[in-house]
């Protein structure tokens, strides 16, 4: 299917702040066949929620009809971790966050191994091991231009072929996080892992995938709705 039959929707990108304000960020390349544009999506994340609060979900691409594009409900998605910079507790940290998205989506991820690539904010990695369509590392600080310059703590990038995600990236700070609390740390990975099976950005602050700031660490009740419409929670559609 050719770029012109999907939409997505525009996000701005918010002004600079503080570096000392947790933010959080996701670079999103939305592609048919290979990476045709990119945004940087900023969000940032304050206190934490005591409950789940009803709110809004957006996607970041649509089919014609106005569902999501998904990854495939059918097959695991692999991922393949590239462990050199994590900090004490990442493995925990990433199996939990990873059970959360399963957990809202039906999605199944299945992790694959190790590896020694390293994400890049400015192309698609093409290069993992076998049976592996995500990869997520944790990069230092220098190595990452968006970190240095103090525009993002992470991000996440999901590709498009023939209409579903078949590829994805997901990095995060390893300075950052290495000094990062618990919470701090999954509320960060689980926006940039919601961004991964599809969801946008939303302006409104009650929500985890809220643009310029959330209250809490975990998902909410609109990010839910909106991650349940990513994966077979959403209906069978496996044959």
């Known amino acids: 299917m050719s770029a012109g039959g999907f939409r997505h ?16 960020a996701a670079l999103v390349v939305l592609a048919v066949e290979v990476p045709v544009a990119a945004a940087l999506l900023v969000a940032r994340t304050t206190s934490s929620a005591q409950a789940l609060e009803p709110g809004a979900h957006a996607f970041i691409q649509e089919h014609p009809d106005g569902t999501p594009v ?38 199944t991820f299945q992790a694959v ?28 600080t220098a190595d990452e231009q968006l ?3 103090g525009e993002a703590l992470a991000w996440a990038r999901p590709v498009v072929t023939g209409g579903v995600y078949t590829r994805g990236q997901v990095s995060l700070d390893a300075d950052w996080f290495a000094a990062a ?22 302006d409104d602050p009650s929500q985890l995938m809220d643009a310029g700031g959330s ?25």
């Open 113 to 140: 191994g190790a590896t020694r690539v390293s994400p890049t904010s400015a192309s698609a990695v093409d290069v993992l091991p076998a049976g592996a369509e995500v990869l997520v590392s944790w990069v230092p």
């Open 215 to 239: 209250r809490g660490r975990v998902y909410q009740q609109g990010d839910l709705e909106g991650l349940a419409e990513l994966g077979p929670r959403s209906g069978p559609r496996c044959s």
């Open 9 to 24: 929707h525009d996000v701005p990108v918010t002004s600079p702040r503080r570096r000392s304000r947790l933010r959080a």
């Open 70 to 107: 998904t990854w495939d409900p059918c097959s695991p998605i692999g991922y393949a971790v590239n462990w050199d910079h994590a900090p004490a507790g990442a493995l925990e940290l990433l199996t939990d966050a990873v059970d959360s998205v399963e957990d809202a989506t039906g999605l």
């Open 181 to 202: 609390s618990r919470e701090q740390a999954r509320g960060v990975l689980l926006h940039e892992l919601g961004h991964l099976v599809g969801l946008d950005h939303v």
């Open 147 to 149: 970190y240095r310059d």
